[in-house]
């Protein structure tokens, strides 16, 4: 559970199949495990290799892929995507995959990531003709390569990618060929398997084990990866020299049983829980972890510090993902709903709480408030980062930097706040040197260090709204 429950947004998710007869089956199963990435809206697009056709929606994937709607599309390639709406806001117009057609063809996109000049090349492309049909930055990327002058699609898309800045994991779908990209630092995770002789594509590893599927490779930055019936062949649109995986991938955002760059994400977080348990050692009866995604760092500080991990919270889990919800009364009732403390664990006990950020801290003082009145004695907050001091502009929903509570506040003045004994954050040499390498992550929303040019509009809007 990402602090807030959540103040921090998810990206989006994406799923992409080449070259198998249940292509829209096998993309539901993967956009199922997905899911956590999104949940605002949803939606398939199937090639039969003469046609593109659509399903699509504002819900979960099982709301809206019913087995009527399933049976409207059926092709031998399929993209998908789960939205959590950032740039653009929701709205069904803006649900993805998006799909557009023409006299030379159709085509299909999906994507992951925030675009950081989306703005400035709206405003270019307007002032050239082109109406756009949706308020996401996303369909910016369709308009460039339907207006690029080169004479076949492939050089069209690498022109197009190339005028984009931000993060960006893309995939493009026509009739004959699905068309995989990443940005040119890696923002984003992106990585490509095979199930036989099919290929699939996934934002996390999480969805191929679900459909069976083997890994291959992670799609490398700047990488244009062109899929069809002759197999794969790979391009570079695009080549940098910084890496930068968006950290939160490994301390949230990721599903724990999910592989980025070769790292294991459970993993990841334990060890972030261990370098916590050396860097913030304290004397307590207990360790617990806010569900859900803060569990493998309670277990690794449990581990290292050798005080027993015990269920001291227990999620409701019949209950969506508040922080969703469209106003913050309606996130902090989802609170009351989700979580409840487990009295028989923390009643008369010292309790070490960890989390994986605090944003707001709203909802931290609530937690807080959950084991003291369930009978616990002192109750110490450790959380497996850094504190968030900076917006994020890549495709996560961080809230004006006003709203971000560490960005002006103290360690000392957040622990009152929340009401906690004491509270400790994971320094920012731990969380890397958790991953077992320092350099090669976006760590942006913690040092205010961006890898890529952040455009003054972009700028504006997320440091002025609220």
């Known amino acids: 559970m990402l602090a807030e429950i959540k103040g921090l947004n998810e990206e989006c998710g994406i799923f992409g199949v080449w070259g198998h007869q249940d292509a829209a089956q096998l993309t539901y199963y993967g956009l199922h495990a997905l899911q956590h990435r999104g949940q605002e809206g949803t939606g398939i697009v199937v090639s039969d290799g003469n046609e593109l056709k659509g399903v699509k929606g504002e819900g979960l994937v099982t709301e809206i892929f019913t087995a009527e709607r399933m049976a409207e599309v059926s092709g031998k390639s399929a993209i998908g995507h ?4 950032t740039a653009g806001g929701g709205g069904y117009e803006n649900v993805q995959p998006l799909l557009f057609h023409s006299q030379t063809g159709s085509l299909a996109l999906a994507h992951n990531g925030n675009l950081v000049n989306a ?8 002032t050239q003709g082109s109406i756009f049909q949706t308020s996401s930055d996303s369909e910016v990327l369709a308009h460039l390569i339907k207006r690029s002058g080169f004479p076949n699609l492939n050089d069209k898309v690498k022109n197009a990618l190339s005028m984009l800045k931000g993060a960006y994991a893309y995939l493009i779908l026509t009739e004959t060929e699905l068309m ?6 890696g923002l984003r995770p992106l990585s490509l398997g095979c199930l036989g002789d099919a290929y699939v594509v996934a934002s996390e590893t999480c969805a191929f084990d679900v459909i069976g599927a083997e890994y291959i490779r992670d799609i490398q930055p700047g990488e244009l990866l062109i899929i ?3 197999g794969l062949r790979s391009e570079m649109f695009s080549v940098s020299s910084t890496k930068a995986m968006c950290m939160m991938e490994y301390v949230y955002f990721s599903r724990p049983d999910s592989n980025i760059q070769g790292i294991n994400v459970h993993t ?3 060890n972030m829980g261990k370098k916590l348990a050396l860097e ?9 972890g806010v569900p859900d995604s803060s569990i493998s760092a309670a277990i690794g500080y449990a581990e290292e510090s050798g005080i027993p991990y015990e269920m001291g919270l227990v999620k409701n889990k019949y209950v ?3 922080f969703i919800q ?5 996130r902090e009732q989802g609170v009351k709903m989700k979580l409840s403390a487990v009295r028989g664990v923390v009643e008369g006990k010292r309790v070490i709480m960890v989390d994986d950020s605090i944003v707001r801290g709203t909802t931290s003082k609530r937690i807080v408030n959950l084991l003291k009145e369930a009978g616990a004695t002192e109750v110490h907050v450790v959380i497996s980062s850094p504190p968030i001091k900076n917006p994020c502009f890549y495709g996560i929903d961080t809230s004006s930097k006003e709203e971000l509570i560490a960005s002006d506040k103290s360690v000392e003045e957040i622990r009152q706040l929340i009401g906690a004994d004491s509270l400790t954050f994971l320094s920012l040499e731990g969380m890397t040197a958790s991953l077992g390498q320092q350099n090669g992550y976006c760590l942006g929303c913690f040092t205010g260090d961006y890898p890529t040019e952040i455009y003054p509009d972009t700028l504006q809007y997320y440091y002025q709204k609220g």
């Open 82 to 85: 789960v939205r959590y709406a």
């Open 119 to 126: 703005n400035s090349l709206k405003h270019q492309l307007e």
């Open 180 to 185: 995989v990209a990443l940005d040119p630092h």
């Open 228 to 230: 069809d019936d002759n």
């Open 268 to 270: 990841a977080r334990k």
């Open 280 to 288: 913030a050692p304290i004397d307590a009866d207990v360790v617990t």
């Open 320 to 322: 969506g993902r508040t």
């Open 326 to 330: 469209p106003s913050q009364s309606l």
